[in-house]
């Protein structure tokens, strides 16, 4: 079934350098949506990417919507402490619009 | 506004016990969606509600159940429950059916099955 795989599984980084990750889908999706999840806390909805192409920025981050539809990337620039944390992707499924989340990015800032 | 509400924030069961989970969406929201979240599984999702019926539903055994009512407050019940349950609940809602809008979560309810 349509599934979403997330890359990297861990980072570590510096505070200020910028970061990358990319959620791939064997099938295409119509949206997708890029989430951060603190320690203790629900899953917080950072972008949301409603067209190929589409490139959209919340301060900091930016995320892209793959031309194929098949995959999404999320850049943040200048990492600060407070980006520490899960950061998902997800999507409504084509065929019942299940929402599906990637199984995450986990990212650590190196003191 | 208030946020979305998960209630109890944490709770110890024993195998075979069963549990009821409650949420309270934020004002207005007629949606509410149930996930679980586990280190091996990440976020899988169980079921959505809208206008108390249920609208989706994920690959969980029977032993998982859910209901809505008319003010859009959700619970989700667990029956017999398994070590395996072990797992953070997450509830979240939205405007109208997921698939088409914003969810919010909760901070969820984290269950220790023994």
């Known amino acids: 079934g349509q599934q979403l795989n997330q890359s990297p599984q861990s980072m570590f980084i510096q505070e200020g350098e910028d970061v990358s990750m990319n959620c791939t889908s064997s099938?295409?999706?119509?949206?997708w949506l890029w989430y951060k999840q603190d320690p203790g806390e629900g899953p917080v909805l950072l972008i949301a990417?409603?067209?190929?192409?589409e490139l959209t920025s919340n301060g900091r981050l930016t995320a892209q919507f793959g031309i194929t539809r098949k995959d999404s990337f999320l850049n943040i620039s200048a990492s600060i402490p407070s980006d520490v944390g899960i950061y998902f992707c997800?999507?409504?499924?084509?065929?019942?619009?299940?929402?599906?989340f990637g199984k995450g990015t986990r990212l650590h800032i190196l003191p | 506004k208030a946020g979305v509400t998960q209630t109890p924030r944490y709770l110890i069961k024993t195998r075979g016990q069963q549990v009821t989970l409650s949420c309270s969406p934020i004002?207005?929201?007629?949606?509410v969606s149930w996930y679980q979240q586990t280190p091996g599984q990440g976020l899988q999702f169980l079921f959505e509600?809208?206008?108390?019926?249920?609208?989706n539903k994920g690959n969980f055994p029977g032993r998982f159940s859910g209901r809505q009512f008319s003010n859009s407050r959700s619970e989700m019940n667990v029956s017999t429950l398994e070590l395996g349950d072990s797992a953070l609940y997450l509830c979240?809602?939205?405007?109208?059916?997921?698939?088409?809008?914003?969810?919010?979560f909760g901070p969820g309810t984290r269950l220790t099955v023994l």
């Open positions: 990417l409603y067209k190929a192409g």
């Open positions: 099938s295409i999706f119509n949206t």
């Open positions: 979240a809602s939205s405007l109208v059916l997921a698939g088409y809008n914003e969810q919010f």
């Open positions: 004002s207005g929201h007629r949606s």
């Open positions: 997800a999507g409504p499924r084509l065929r019942d619009d299940k929402i599906i």
């Open positions: 509600y809208f206008s108390e019926t249920q609208r």
